[in-house]
């Protein structure tokens, strides 16, 4: 995709999201989450329809608004995500949906990257995950955590209590957690 975005219809394509129809939902999400990549500022000026979306109670609304407003935070000059911090780190962190709270966990990372700022406030609420999660696959969640300290593991302050939560995941249940704890020791040679 060119870095020239005047051929898609940001409009139009918006509109289509806030259907709802959930096919119709997913046809323009699949255009506009490369958009939130390439060129997020084109998309910030919609920042209080994404966080609509967020608050829906359909999974698929969440699941889309997690994914765009996790790109479009770097260029989120107002701080404007700082309104939804309690709901994103309490309440869907936290949900019960294992479509949700994984995602939301591992967006957090891009969180971190783009508002150094919290982290440490952020990798606290990660870390508390065990206590406050409800979600269904709590085993599962912890793999999509491991891939948020992985995204932004050098800039971890207080790295010991990360350190003691990767290794701890070696003895998941979940393979895939096990996996990734494997992957990330290897990566950044813990010991």
Not at 103 to 125: F, N, Q, W, Y
Not at 168 to 176: C, D, I, T
């Amino acid at each position: 995709m060119n870095k020239d975005n005047s051929h898609i219809d940001i409009e139009n394509n918006i509109n289509g999201l806030q259907s709802n129809n959930d096919k119709i939902r997913e046809k323009h999400f699949r255009i506009i989450y490369p958009l939130s990549d390439i060129n997020p500022e084109l998309l910030y000026p919609y920042w209080d329809i994404f966080i609509e979306m967020l608050y829906r109670p359909e999974v698929s609304n969440k699941y889309y608004a997690i994914h765009i407003i996790a790109k479009i935070v770097k260029v989120d000059v107002d701080n404007r995500f700082d309104e939804i911090f309690n709901y994103w780190f309490n309440d869907l962190l936290n949900y019960e949906s294992p479509v949700v709270s994984p995602h939301i966990a591992e967006k957090s990372g891009m969180i971190v990257k783009a508002r150094p700022d919290l982290e440490r406030k952020i990798t606290a609420l990660l870390l508390n995950i065990e206590k406050t999660s409800k979600c269904r696959h709590i085993d599962l969640q912890k793999a999509y955590l491991l891939s948020a300290f992985d995204i932004y593991f050098d800039s971890i302050f207080d790295k010991r209590k990360v350190i003691e939560f990767i290794k701890a995941q070696q003895e998941s249940p979940s393979p895939k957690t096990k996996k990734k704890a494997k992957e990330l020791i290897e990566k950044y040679k813990i010991e």
